[in-house]
């Protein structure tokens, strides 16, 4: 089991991804804090505009049972966030933000598996092939679908504006425009990159230990093997990284895009920093756009993913899977896939 942490700054902890946060929903066309129903009538636009979407034709041969599987998770944990985050009391929120950031995450993991399983791909099997799966879909091409678009590779970023300069020194706690919602976006990105890298030269780090351990038993197997008494294996530090070794596992490592984030706010709520979301804020205010930013992130992005799945699948596939569910679903109080139902399918 996970042992659950507390920050010992939970405050600052939530200001910095309140602030990812709102940078992301605000790049998804999200710029007021409260539901703004023509944000993703524009973004419908700006999808509809990108060439790779005019350019994405209708395919056969997709496992439409697992197509149907993957749809229904990612709108099941949709519709279990607006739940949670629509009817938690004022004083829960902050806790109920934790199950939020969970499904925020698992409903874009799921959105992302249908894109991959539409194209006629199999399934992954794995947090991190997803992850370098909706990172192949959107941002290693070039492509102008800011914030999925977006991507911390090794000494930069992919897909910025034409023209922009990321702003390096941007504080997360800062008001917004539309350039520093690209800088904060770049900055939540690079830190998550970051964070893997640090772990994996960890991961170098012990294999390099390993290795020096191994080394030692193969010969001293050889000086046994030739009478010599045994000796007693000595303690072997874990060893630093050269300067080529840090080099290595820096440009190697893939980029990161905003389903990357996503997954690290999911593991600290869930696992690193169980403070993060209960007692970081300091006013009810600030769970409740906490909330919504989440909620405007996941509906932007399975809506993206909608308009490309029903392009390869065509109309009528997906015109039934979304109907189905949303009947099988009557007898809910919210449903964010009914909502945007008539822009999927004008």
Partial sequence: ?????????????????????????YLCGYTIFKRDPPAITA????????????ATVARPGFDGDQLRRSLDAAWGSELLLAITGTYAPEDLRGVSNTWVAIQAYYACYHITQALVIAKGQPRPTSHPKTQKMFVDAWVSPPR?????????????????????????SVHPWA????????????????????????????????????????????????RLAKGNKPRKEPTFPLPYLTRSEHTAVESRTRAFGVLDYLYRLRIKAQYEDSTLF???????????????????????????????????????????????????QASSPVNPLADRRNLILP
């Fill in 43 to 54: 973004l419908a636009t700006r999808i509809k505009a990108e060439p790779s979407y005019a």
């Fill in 144 to 168: 102008n679908l800011v914030p999925w678009s977006l991507g911390a590779v090794d000494k930069g970023y992919r897909n910025l504006p034409s023209g922009h300069v990321v702003d390096e």
């Fill in 175 to 222: 008001a917004l425009d539309a350039a520093s919602a690209i800088d904060l976006a770049c900055k939540a990105l690079r830190t998550t990159r970051q964070d893997f890298i640090v772990d994996e030269k960890k991961n170098e780090r012990s294999k390099k230990q390993k290795a020096r351990r191994k080394v030692w038993r193969l010969k001293e197997d050889e």
């Fill in 1 to 25: 089991m996970t042992t659950q942490l507390a920050s010992d700054d939970p405050t600052g902890s939530f200001k910095t991804h309140a602030g990812y946060l709102t940078a992301l929903a």
């Fill in 278 to 328: 209960s007692e970081g804020p300091e006013e009810p205010a600030e769970s409740l756009h906490a909330y919504l930013h989440l909620a405007q992130i996941v509906r932007s992005t399975l809506f993206l993913h909608e308009l490309f799945i029903e392009r390869i699948v065509g109309r009528k596939v997906l015109e039934r899977l979304v109907d189905a569910w949303i009947k099988r």
